[in-house]
Nanobody
Framework: VQLQASGGGLVQAGGSLRLSCVGS????????IGWFRQAPGKEREFVAA???????YYADSVKGRFTVSRDNEWKAGYLEMNSLKPEDTAVYYC???????????????????WGQGTQVTVSS
């Protein structure tokens, strides 16, 4: 199984970016897809997730600004980020969690596979 994250970059505050996460070697539709981020000197934190049933979850800090989605046909997950702030600067990781009862998509240890990360830098 591999997850390939892409779409990061440098953007001014207030701008937008769209991250993609493409899966291979897996039955993509059976996994919840999550996005986490890690800023320098900070712990990795939950950003957003979409379950295998298309339920979505967001951290309070990104609600109303970020939108998570998936396209099973393309085996891809997406994170649309709008109204970006300097505090959104971090390495963003996508992850996949196989469907299971009691799945907690906001908990990093509930994920089975991780992508390599993509840098998002928001300048003020």
């Amino acid at each position: 199984v591999q997850l390939q994250a892409s779409g990061g970059g440098l953007v001014q505050a207030g701008g937008s970016l769209r991250l993609s996460c493409v899966g291979s070697g897996m039955t993509f539709s059976r996994y919840g897809i999550g996005w986490f981020r890690q800023a320098p000197g900070k712990e990795r934190e939950f950003v957003a997730a979409v379950s295998w049933t298309d339920s979505t979850y967001y951290a309070d800090s990104v609600k109303g600004r970020f939108t998570v989605s998936r396209d099973n046909e393309w085996k891809a997950g997406y994170l649309e980020m709008n109204s970006l702030k300097p505090e959104d600067t971090a390495v963003y990781y996508c992850a996949a969690a196989f469907r299971r009862t009691g799945q907690r998509l906001n908990i990093s240890t509930d994920y089975d596979y991780w992508g390599q990360g993509t840098q998002v830098t928001v300048s003020s």
